[in-house]
T-cell receptor, first 115, second 114 residues
Framework: DADVTQTPRNRITKTGKRIMLECSQT?????MYWYRQDPGLGLRLIYY???????NKGEISDGYSVSRQAQAKFSLSLESAIPNQTALYFC??????????????FGQGTRLTVV | AQSVTQPDIHITVSEGASLELRCNYS??????LFWYVQSPGQGLQLLLK??????LVQGIKGFEAEFKRSQSSFNLRKPSVHWSDAAEYFC????????????FGGGTRLMVKP
């Protein structure tokens, strides 16, 4: 089983609908992230959480909200989906070492299409 | 704030040829640097990372990268490309003390000709 699991893997939704993307991890990491990938733009940070009580906006948080239900679970919601939120969404975790540096571990992504 | 530029959006190489993917970063101090690979329909897999020390870093799948502070670069290299290397490659920078949020470049899509 994958260490970072995203559900659903693919989703088509209509404009104006509310949708939730879910992420769960078995790595035991405190830090979790949601990124969005668009062609040519790489990955951009939407929200991040350092622990259950610490949630922060990233570079492109408008139109999104998150919930950290437990150390292992971090959900991303689109309150009212719009077509330009069509993208590939990634959840990631990390666990910094004593140097303060750590790689990020990614889920397999959720491809969201808003029509 | 840090930023990353990958100047080449697409690169095509012949199988067996050498490869170099460029990455330039902007950051006020020594950053943490990463290369990730994304195969079609997959998540991102870490190829290699640089935190400190030796500026030539070895990674998985025969890849290496060299940190050049004077050029603010962290180019990825492979001496002989295999067809299975066709994928999208992302360079990323992480700021020290900034909670490990990574800033990614736009990606380079590698195609391999037989």
């Amino acid at each position: 089983d994958a260490d970072v699991t995203q559900t659903p893997r693919n989703r088509i939704t209509k404009t104006g609908k509310r949708i939730m993307l879910e992420c769960s991890q078995t790595k035991g990491h405190d830090r979790m992230y949601w990124y969005r990938q668009d062609p040519g733009l790489g990955l951009r940070l939407i929200y991040y959480s350092f622990d259950v009580k610490d949630i922060n906006k990233g570079e492109i948080s408008d139109g999104y909200s998150v919930s950290r239900q437990a150390q292992a679970k971090f959900s991303l919601s689109l309150e009212s989906a719009i077509p330009n939120q069509t993208a590939l969404y990634f959840c990631a975790t990390s666990d910094p070492s004593g140097t303060g540096a750590a790689e990020a571990f990614f889920g397999q992504g959720t491809r969201l299409t808003v029509v | 704030a840090q930023s990353v530029t990958q100047p080449d959006i697409h690169i095509t190489v012949s199988e067996g040829a050498s490869l170099e993917l460029r990455c330039n970063y902007s950051y006020g101090a020594t950053p943490y640097l990463f290369w990730y690979v994304q195969s079609p329909g997959q998540g991102l897999q870490l190829l290699l990372k640089y935190f400190s020390g030796d500026t030539l870093v070895q990674g998985i799948k025969g890849f290496e990268a060299e940190f050049k502070r004077s050029q603010s670069s962290f180019n990825l290299r492979k001496p002989s490309v295999h067809w299975s290397d066709a994928a999208e490659y992302f360079c990323a920078v992480g700021a020290r003390g900034a909670g490990n949020m990574l800033t990614f470049g736009g990606g380079t899509r590698l195609m391999v000709k037989p």
